[in-house]
């Protein structure tokens, strides 16, 4: 080799370590989606003790007493006398902060705090490829799920998305707007009627979510596995060795929508890739979660609520695999032929072969009409009223509820009826959830 080479070299060399301290050097870049303000204030002042922040505060306290009073005399004996007094104290306090600047620069801060997070994103698993996963320690390689406990924190990069239930609600939500905006464009739709219908169930589900939006995110580096009858978070780079099955890991939590900085459309909706931090809020990896808070506190009145909101999340949105047009026809027979039954022999009473067939007739009508929950109410109030006027007899609101429920399930009937395939989501309960892996965080921050 020349000198000539040796020093083209050199230079080259060179140029690449200037480089690569330059990249060193250069701060991160992040474009925040979502910062919860009070989350970060706590968490840095208990790590750091102190915060950067420019406020001004003006606190003003009041006291105001007043007494007035008049008095009139009619005659020498009567006086009559008006007397009134107000007490009155007043607090006020004005907080003025460079709210984003501000927090962003708390955030910095608190980022460079080296030892907080036990789960944070690794480049690269070179080093790690061929080591047996029981002798690795970097949590970011893996963690077993007892040591993913309560109050830790965390960051994955995930590709982030709404939870079922809120992304179903959306969607009857701006489909209605859309249907009240231009009524004519959709009247020639048989399923506008069932989703008007079950409009009625979103404003409940809207009104439990309080303006918190639940998320659903896939972890991009990970996926979990058992080992030695324990589950495990592993980094995807380390999954050949391990040549078993394994099933993504999945991020929840419920965020606010006031805090996130940008338009949930362009955020929750695209599946894009993002950085999320947060605390982990249920220890370990589980199979399930409640994306609405407030359905636990319905517990000891309606036991099943939880679970009938995560059937409403995972309602089909495609007409693909669905029933033929007759089945839900002929499941609403079965079942009111079913309730029938029950509450003939609630009352014990035998009908005779003319009412038989005057039953089977009015069942037979009752299939045929349009496909609503307010229609299938209304058979079953229509034989209810059949079987009144011939037994003269009534069976209890309560009992009878609970007959009508007995049918529905024993026959496989879903309280939300289907429409025509192509027209609006199907209502039919979806089916069953595969096994998931879920953990469940408090976010503090989303941003890439």
Known sequence: MTVRD???????????TQKEQSEAQRPPLRDFVYLDEASLQSLLSSAAGEMTDQKSEQLSEGLESEVTGSAAVGNAVIAK?????????????????????TVQSWFRDFHRIPGLRIVEPVSSVQGYETKPLAEITNMSLVAASSELKRGELVEFRVTLAAEPVFRLSTIFSEYMDMVDANPSMFTELSGVAAMRDLQQVNKILEHLLVGLVPIKSVATDYSVIEINGEQHMVHNGLLPQVGCGSVPLQIVGVTEQLAYWKDLRRVLFSDAGFTLLGRISHSGIVPSWTPVKLADLFGAVVP?????????????????????????????????????????????FTPDEGQQVALTVEIAELQSKPRTSSDQRAAFAAVGAMLKDWTGQIVDAQRDLELRERARVDCGLPA????????????????????????EVEVVAIYW
């Open 6 to 16: 040796r020093w083209m070299a050199w230079r080259e060399a060179r140029k690449r």
């Open 304 to 348: 099943d609520f939880a679970e009938s909101l995560d059937m409403l999340g995972r309602l089909p949105l495609t007409s693909r695999d669905l029933p033929v047009p007759t089945a839900y026809s002929e499941l609403l027979g079965k079942a009111l032929r079913y309730y029938a039954d029950t509450v003939l022999a609630e009352l014990a």
């Open 81 to 101: 006398a008006d007397i009134s007094s107000r007490f009155q104290t007043t607090n006020s306090r004005t907080t003025q902060t460079s709210r984003k600047a």
């Open 416 to 439: 939300l009826p289907s429409v025509e395939a192509g027209t609006a989501p199907s209502l039919l309960p979806a089916r069953p959830a595969k096994s998931e892996c879920l953990l």
